[in-house]
């Protein structure tokens, strides 16, 4: 029987993290009058809000939108190719107790938004917050831009995104309520954990290993001794392993325990993998 025992830090780039959408460029100022004549003073076109999404839009974003937007993207139909589609809109909280405005891109908006949209993506997805964790969805959430805040947009709304492969989305179906269970979803990879050719891809693309299971990992503060973890996931993985193979007397399996950086970012449990 062998046991690969990749508890070591791991390049991890699959979290997705929240996004906020950039300013939108507004109408310039109109020319100012000529000085030979009397003039009132030239006034700033205010803002305006903006249309407020809606559940069930598609977006062709890009992976580098989903992780920090660059730009705003307007919806397109669902039946052209698309990479997210939103399944929550939400209301920020802009006030404090104190009367004052938050910003929309405050940690406390951002705060709100990560509950709601994490909270809520397994449900659309159909499946419980633990299988998940095995699979490439993302929830990923965007704001107006100040500028459309300060005109009263206080919308944001919560996409579903999934990875291909490192900075590549998986083009979605028309409806992704329900879908957290595709087999095209699901997490898999080129090569072992803690080998230079691992890299993280939807079991739809080539690979050779597949995740099977995760391992709750106790702590609050700072991440475990990679020992003390590879100690606490062994007999799971090595479990979910044997129950998987077709001989229960010869079978391989790895383990991966959080990064610094997804343990600091709220990843309590490492992975369990086998070959696929």
Same mark, same amino acid.
């Given at each position: 029987?062998?046991?690969?025992?990749?508890?070591?830090?791991?390049?991890?780039?699959?979290?997705?993290?929240?996004?906020?959408?950039?300013?939108?460029?507004?109408?310039?100022?109109?020319?100012?009058?000529?000085?030979?004549?009397?003039?009132?003073?030239?006034?700033?076109?205010?803002?305006?809000?903006?249309?407020?999404?809606?559940?069930?839009?598609?977006?062709?974003?890009?992976?580098?939108?989903?992780?920090?937007?660059?730009?705003?993207?307007?919806?397109?139909?669902?039946?052209?190719?698309?990479?997210?589609?939103?399944?929550?809109?939400?209301?920020?909280?802009?006030?404090?107790?104190?009367?004052?405005?938050?910003?929309?891109?405050?940690?406390?908006?951002?705060?709100? @938004?990560?509950?709601?949209?994490?909270?809520?993506?397994?449900?659309?997805?159909?499946?419980?917050?633990?299988?998940?964790?095995?699979? @490439?969805?993302?929830?990923? &959430?965007?704001?107006?831009?100040?500028?459309?805040?300060?005109?009263?947009?206080? &919308?944001?709304?919560?996409?579903?995104?999934?990875?291909?492969?490192?900075?590549?989305?998986?083009?979605?179906?028309?409806?992704?309520?329900?879908?957290?269970?595709?087999?095209?979803?699901? @997490?898999?990879?080129?090569?072992?954990?803690?080998?230079?050719?691992?890299?993280?891809?939807?079991?739809?693309?080539?690979?050779?290993?597949?995740?099977?299971?995760?391992?709750?990992?106790?702590?609050?503060?700072?991440?475990?001794?990679?020992?003390?973890?590879?100690?606490?996931?062994?007999?799971?993985?090595?479990?979910?392993?044997?129950?998987?193979?077709?001989?229960?007397?010869?079978?391989? &399996?790895?383990?991966?325990?959080?990064?610094?950086?997804? &343990?600091?970012?709220?990843?309590?449990?490492?992975?369990?993998?086998?070959?696929?």
């Amino acid at each position: 029987m062998r046991g690969l025992r990749a508890a070591a830090l791991l390049l991890a780039a699959l979290a997705l993290a929240g996004c906020t959408s950039p300013p939108t460029a507004d109408a310039p100022d109109p020319a100012p009058a000529s000085p030979s004549l009397a003039s009132t003073p030239s006034e700033t076109v205010p803002p305006e809000p903006g249309p407020k999404p809606k559940v069930g839009e598609c977006h062709a974003l890009t992976f580098a939108q989903a992780v920090a937007v660059v730009g705003r993207t307007e919806p397109i139909a669902c039946g052209r190719k698309h990479t997210a589609q939103t399944y929550f809109v939400g209301r920020l909280d802009l006030e404090t107790k104190a009367g004052f405005s938050r910003r929309v891109d405050s940690q406390a908006a951002q705060r709100q @938004m990560r509950q709601a949209c994490t909270t809520r993506l397994p449900r659309h997805l159909g499946v419980r917050p633990r299988e998940l964790r095995l699979s @490439m969805a993302q929830a990923v &959430w965007f704001t107006p831009s100040p500028k459309r805040a300060e005109a009263g947009a206080d &919308w944001f709304r919560c996409d579903v995104v999934a990875v291909a492969a490192p900075r590549q989305l998986l083009p979605l179906p028309r409806r992704t309520k329900g879908w957290g269970d595709a087999p095209a979803v699901a @997490m898999c990879a080129t090569a072992a954990p803690g080998t230079k050719a691992f890299e993280r891809v939807s079991c739809g693309a080539r690979h050779t290993w597949r995740a099977s299971s995760t391992v709750d990992l106790p702590g609050k503060g700072r991440l475990p001794k990679q020992a003390d973890i590879a100690d606490r996931m062994e007999s799971t993985c090595r479990d979910a392993a044997r129950a998987q193979a077709d001989d229960p007397l010869d079978f391989t &399996w790895s383990q991966e325990s959080p990064t610094e950086g997804q &343990w600091e970012a709220g990843q309590r449990y490492g992975i369990c993998w086998v070959p696929a």
